[in-house]
């Protein structure tokens, strides 16, 4: 049963709530506002895209909602759990339980095997998954032995995005994951993180300014000037290989 076909029947079903959230930076004399009241809940298993230009609010919503930043105002809960007022080592235990994430560069640890990588997030980890299983789940179960330099590009990337899910997280939040890549090989991360959402049921929010892959989502939201403009559901997703950009 996909995220669309199914009903949000009772609370334990949103993952994320957000209300009227802001977020102001200090910048000498200037005040930026990246975030001006958004709203918005994302579900269990379902697969968003955040989409709008640069400038526009996504990376610092995907940073609160990942405990990474905190919000100037108003209200953010992960499971009912208020994050909003949280202590640092609450959202230290809520990053490393419960939030798996993956960014536009790679991060890796250059002297450490794909394996090794991933082990570095699976030995802190309560439930985690085996490396070699987390590295088989984005298609690299031939490359655990390979180090950084001796993988492409897009191997690398899904290096990270198996170490990102190899805690068995909740939650997948990606920033702009196919950004230092080119189309074929984006396509192909894109394809490791439908996979992780469909098979594991992991809630996944992938932003981007990239408006073609939006297709690939159950929902699309889209952020303009620190605000949530438009929230659309897609009845008929595409899957990742008819995506093209």
Same mark, same amino acid.
């Given at each position: 049963? !996909?995220?669309?076909?199914r009903? $949000? ?5 949103? #993952? ?9 930076? /200090? ?5 930026v ?7 918005l809940? $994302? &579900?269990? +298993? ?6 709008g230009?640069?400038g ?10 990942? +405990?990474?930043?905190t ?18 080592? %609450? ?5 490393? &339980?419960?939030?798996? &994430? #993956? ?11 794909a394996?090794?990588? @991933? *082990? #570095?997030?699976?030995?802190? =980890? ?8 987390a ?6 179960a ?6 950084? =330099? /001796?993988?492409? +590009?897009? %191997? /690398?990337?899904r @290096?990270? $995005?198996?170490? =990102? ?14 950004? *230092?890549l080119?189309?074929? !090989?984006? $396509? @192909?991360?894109? %394809? ?6 469909r098979?594991?049921? !992991?809630?996944t ?8 892959? =939006? ?30 950009w």
């Amino acid at each position: 049963m !996909t995220f669309n076909e199914r009903k $949000i029947k009772n609370p334990e079903d949103v #993952v994320f709530q957000v209300q009227d959230l802001t977020k102001t930076y /200090q910048m000498g004399e200037v005040e930026v506002h990246a975030l001006r009241g958004a709203n918005l809940e $994302i &579900f269990s +298993g379902e697969l968003v895209v955040l989409l709008g230009p640069s400038g526009s609010g996504k990376s610092t919503l995907l940073n609160i909602l990942g +405990g990474l930043d905190t919000a100037t105002s108003g209200f953010v809960s992960y499971r009912g759990k208020d994050l909003t007022h949280a202590n640092e080592q %609450e959202l230290t235990e809520y990053r490393r &339980f419960h939030v798996g &994430f #993956v960014f536009q560069f790679y991060n890796l640890i250059p002297s450490l095997t794909a394996k090794e990588n @991933v *082990a #570095v997030v699976t030995e802190i =980890a309560r439930n985690p998954m085996i490396p070699e299983d987390a590295l088989a789940m984005v298609g690299l179960a031939k490359r655990v032995d390979h180090f950084p =330099a /001796q993988l492409s +590009g897009g %191997e /690398q990337q899904r @290096v990270a $995005i198996a170490r =990102a899910i190899s805690k068995n997280p909740a939650v997948l939040l990606c920033d702009e994951p196919t950004g *230092a890549l080119d189309s074929k !090989t984006g $396509i @192909v991360v894109l %394809e490791a993180l439908e996979r992780i959402n469909r098979e594991l049921g !992991t809630a996944t929010a992938i932003i981007t300014h990239n408006a073609d892959i =939006a297709g690939m989502a159950d929902r699309v939201i889209y952020l303009s000037n620190g605000r949530i403009s438009e929230v659309r559901t897609q009845m008929v997703k595409k899957s990742p290989g008819e995506l093209q950009w």
